[in-house]
């Protein structure tokens, strides 16, 4: 009944929005000419491969040199990849300058386009949901006050910040820990501690963990090959003090990397969620998916009501995932949501612009984060 009543409020704010849309920037701004302008690149880019193909099969019947014919082949669709990409990238950036401004106000936000480059926040780190130390960079940020209550909803990417160089070049090549939305909501409330929800069995695996985890294993695999020598030679030819020391020094060895490699792997992770109090939870649906943690029970079983956890569950429905993670720390909220796809994207070369699938998904998404202030009562300012 609950989460019936929470789908019926995410789809009617939803319904608003779009109607706002469809009001405000389908009837009075020129986004069909966008359409057709989308249209037009798609048209060359189709026709660019066909022709491709019609120039190599030429060749071959001309020059009877298949060598020459595959170059000419691979640089042209090498062409058509390198087009492809930059009109993409083009389309979309006119697209979210054009009218991202215009789509935020539906909201009563405004839009802002991010300087993708990684950068140390504080927010972040001292929200504990990540136990290492990470910097973050941001894309669509949409950023404002909604119902007296100060937020910021936006695409970004988190990585360890050992490879953060502070170069735009070199980060490109950064692998992500983490990508997806995150949503910055000024609690309104007095937040002594800091209470934190992430999925269970959340072992965070950063690359610097992955590079230094395979050199613990190549270390293991040696061990294991001092250890075979070992046993293989008192096999052969009996026990002795060289023999022993083979076999000795090859199980410290092995012992040791293994401890090492489940201290990355699970222990230090351990240790962090140690320095929290579990806080235990009557909600079934969410203790089967999520784990709470908090400096302070008290506080934390004041913020995790049933109404915040429904409301929690149904923006996971509705980005379908169930990953989630959420932090209360410094009067803040943040909550942190996965993504495998590129979030607010409505302009698009394969979608046509005026897809109204794609529009009604990201006023969904949208109306689920902005539910949690409408219930949980963020707008109202008290003390705990």
Known sequence: MRANNIEMQVRDLSRTLQTKYYQEIYKKTNIRFFEKERKRYLFY?????????????????????????????????????????NISKSFAAKFKNTYYDCIAETVGLKWLQGDFEYT??????????????VCMREDDIFYGNYNGVKLKIA???????????????????????????????????KIESTTIVKPKLDFELSCSKLVVMMFILLVAAAAAAVLGFGIKSMISGGFSLPVSLWILGGLGIFAFACWQFMDILVLKELRFRRNFQRVNLEDTEFNKLYQAYSYDQVEGRYLLTTAFIDRFLHVGKVFKTNRLRCSFAQNKLILAIPANRNMFELGSLFSPVTNSKKISRFYDEIASLLILIDYFKLDNKTNL
């Open 45 to 85: 880019l189709i026709f660019a491969v066909p022709l491709t193909s019609i120039i190599f099969w030429g060749l071959v019947l001309l020059s009877q040199n298949l060598y020459e014919a595959l170059v000419v082949l691979i640089v042209g669709l090498s062409l058509v990849i390198l087009v492809y990409n």
């Open 120 to 133: 140390y926040s504080s927010s972040i780190q001292k929200s504990k949901l990540f136990s290492a130390k």
């Open 155 to 189: 695409e970004a990417d988190i990585a360890d910040r050992a490879f953060c160089t502070g170069d735009k070049k070199t980060e490109t090549l950064v692998p992500k820990q983490f990508h997806g939305v995150f949503g910055f909501f000024d609690a309104n409330k």
